[in-house]
C-alpha cells in the first residue's frame, strides 16, 4: 500500500516534537492520522536518539542553507561599471618639414611647429583653434621680379609703400566653428566658419592688404571621400585687394590600406578669385586678380604608430610665376621662389 508522502517542513517540526518529547517524557503533538512513537526507552537511550535527531536535522538544515547560496552564487551578475565618456576636448602637436596649405607652401620651405585645440559637443557642434609659424606673407615681393624686395621691408620700393615703415607676420592662428553630423549610411556633412587671423606688424603694405581672412564652408562625405567648398565673406582674402568673394573646392580622399594602419592620401582643389582689374596692383601688367587662379594637386600616405601619425605628401599647384609682362610677381616671391610648384613634405602629428 503507499502511503501520503508527507510535507518535508511538517517531517522536520514533527520529529523535533518526537524527540523532545521524549526526552521530557511528554507526547508529541500530533492531528490527522499521524502519531508519535509509543515505544518505551530508557532516558539513556531517549537522549542519545533526542541527539541523534537533531543531528539530523542541523545536516538537513545546513545542506538547505548551501543550496540556497550556491542558487544566489549562479543568479545574474550585477553589470560592470560603464566605461568613462570620451573627453569632448581633443589637443593636437605637429612637427612639418615645411606648413604647405591648398598647395602652398607658408614657411618657404622651412619646418613648422603646429598645435590645436578642440572641443565637439554631442549633438554635432564643435570650436576649436590652431596655430602655426608661418612666412609666407612678408616673404612676398612688394618690387618686381628684375628687382625684389621683401614686403617685410619695402621701403626702398617707394609709393604706395611708407618710408621708414615695416610689416611682420610670423603667426597663423585659425578659429573655427560650426556644426556636423551623418545622415544615412556612410554619409556625413559639415557646416562652419573658420577665420585665419594672422597678428603682427601692418605698417606699410602698399598694393597689398593685411591677410586676416574669413571664410565659410560646407562640405559633404562619404565614407573616407569629401568634397567641401569654402567661400570668402571677409573685404579681403590673403592680402590680395579687391578679393572678397574668391573660393576653394576640394575633392579629398582618405583611403585605408588594408589592415596595414596606412591610408593613401589624395586631393584635388581650386582656388578662384573674382577678376577683379586691381590697378594698385597689377598696373599696367596686362594681369587683374584671376592670375591669382591656379589648381591643386595632393597625394601622399599616412602612417599611425604608437599613438604618432607620421605622414609624406608630394604636392603640386600650377600657380604663375608672374602677370603677362613677366615682371609683375604672383606667386614668385622675394627670394626668387614659386610658392607653388612642386613641394614634398613630411609630417609627424600626436592627438590627445
Not at 22 to 46: D, M, V
Not at 255 to 276: D, F, I, K, M, T
Given at each position: ?11 522536520y ?39 541523534k ?8 538544515l ?23 565618456p ?36 554631442p ?70 566658419i ?28 562619404y ?16 592680402g590680395?585687394?579687391?578679393?572678397k ?41 596686362g594681369?587683374n ?20 601619425n607620421?605622414?609624406?605628401a ?14 609683375t ?24
Open positions: 500500500m503507499r502511503t501520503k508522502a508527507v510535507p518535508p517542513v511538517f517531517l517540526r514533527y520529529l523535533n516534537a518526537a524527540a523532545t518529547n521524549r526526552f521530557t517524557g511528554a507526547a508529541p503533538q500530533t492531528s490527522g492520522s499521524w502519531h508519535g512513537p509509543c515505544i518505551e526507552i530508557s532516558s539513556l537511550n531517549s537522549l542519545e536518539h533526542f541527539m535527531l537533531k543531528r539530523n536535522n542541523a545536516l538537513i545546513s545542506t538547505l542553507l548551501v543550496s540556497a547560496a550556491a542558487i544566489a552564487q549562479t543568479a545574474t551578475p550585477a553589470p560592470a561599471a560603464a566605461a568613462a570620451a573627453s569632448p576636448l581633443t589637443e593636437n602637436l605637429g612637427l612639418v618639414s615645411q606648413y604647405v596649405f591648398r598647395g602652398l607652401t607658408q614657411t618657404n620651405g622651412q619646418p613648422a611647429f603646429q598645435g590645436g585645440l578642440d572641443y565637439a559637443h549633438s554635432g557642434f564643435y570650436v576649436g583653434t590652431w596655430l602655426s609659424n608661418i612666412s609666407w606673407f612678408t616673404d612676398q615681393n612688394a618690387g618686381v621680379k628684375s628687382a625684389p624686395v621683401a614686403l617685410s621691408s619695402p621701403a626702398s620700393v617707394g609709393a604706395p609703400y611708407t618710408p621708414g615703415a615695416s610689416n611682420a607676420a610670423s603667426l597663423e592662428w585659425d578659429m573655427y566653428g560650426g556644426y556636423k553630423n551623418t545622415f544615412a549610411t556612410d554619409w556625413n556633412y559639415d557646416v562652419g573658420i577665420q585665419y587671423y594672422y597678428p603682427g606688424r601692418y605698417d606699410s603694405v602698399g598694393a597689398y592688404r593685411q591677410p586676416n581672412t574669413t571664410e565659410v564652408y560646407g562640405a559633404i562625405g565614407k573616407w571621400l569629401s568634397l567641401k567648398y569654402s567661400k570668402a565673406i571677409s573685404s579681403y582674402t590673403f590680395v585687394n579687391e578679393s568673394g574668391a573660393d576653394y573646392i576640394d575633392l579629398s580622399a582618405a583611403v585605408p590600406l588594408g589592415e596595414s594602419g596606412v591610408s593613401l592620401q589624395a586631393h584635388v582643389g581650386h582656388q578662384r578669385y573674382p577678376g577683379n582689374p586691381n590697378v594698385g596692383y597689377w598696373g599696367g601688367s594681369g586678380n584671376s592670375y591669382f587662379d591656379y589648381t591643386d594637386y595632393k597625394l601622399g600616405l599616412t602612417k599611425e604608430y604608437q599613438g604618432f607620421f605622414g609624406l608630394w604636392t603640386y599647384a600650377d600657380t604663375k610665376d608672374t602677370a603677362p609682362d613677366n615682371d610677381t604672383t606667386y614668385m616671391n622675394a627670394f626668387g621662389k614659386n610658392i607653388g610648384g612642386n613641394r614634398v613634405a613630411l609630417s609627424v602629428t600626436k592627438t590627445f
